[in-house]
């Protein structure tokens, strides 16, 4: 069964940092390219940073760019999003999302229609 969780959320102070784990099972992993998407309430989901399959290539929203980045670890997994410089515009509910990629394609996803697979969540709240 393919599943996605998400962890590292939490409560964090503006100017502070989190970093978000996506762990997958049921997957040969190293076949997917990942995004990290966000929803705030009342707001649609947005997306956030993505990473190829092979990991060589990653970008991210404008609003995110310089403080997040994506890595992904197919040894263990998981793919991982390490947010600094935190601002209260951050707050939202994190998922990341899957889509299965043919080798030798390095390219990213920017879509939610993209993305087959997604995790439940984990909630970032970040304060003034």
């Known amino acids: 069964q393919v599943q996605l969780v998400e962890s590292g959320g939490g409560l964090v102070q503006a100017g502070g940092s989190l970093r978000l784990s996506c762990a997958a099972s049921g997957y040969t992993f190293s076949n997917y390219a990942v995004g990290w998407f966000r929803q705030a309430p009342g707001k649609e989901r947005e997306f956030v940073a993505a990473?190829?399959?092979?990991?060589?290539?990653?970008d991210y929203a404008d609003s995110v760019k310089g403080r997040f980045t994506i890595t992904r670890d197919d040894a263990k997994v998981t793919v991982y999003l390490r947010m600094n410089s935190l601002k209260p515009e951050d707050t939202a509910v994190y998922y990341c999302?899957?889509?299965?990629?043919?080798?030798?394609?390095?390219?990213?996803?920017?879509?939610?229609?993209?993305?087959?697979?997604w995790g439940q969540g984990t909630q970032v709240t970040v304060s003034s």
């Open positions: 990473i190829s399959r092979s990991g060589s290539s990653t």
């Open positions: 999302a899957t889509r299965s990629t043919r080798r030798g394609y390095s390219g990213v996803y920017y879509s939610t229609e993209a993305y087959a697979d």
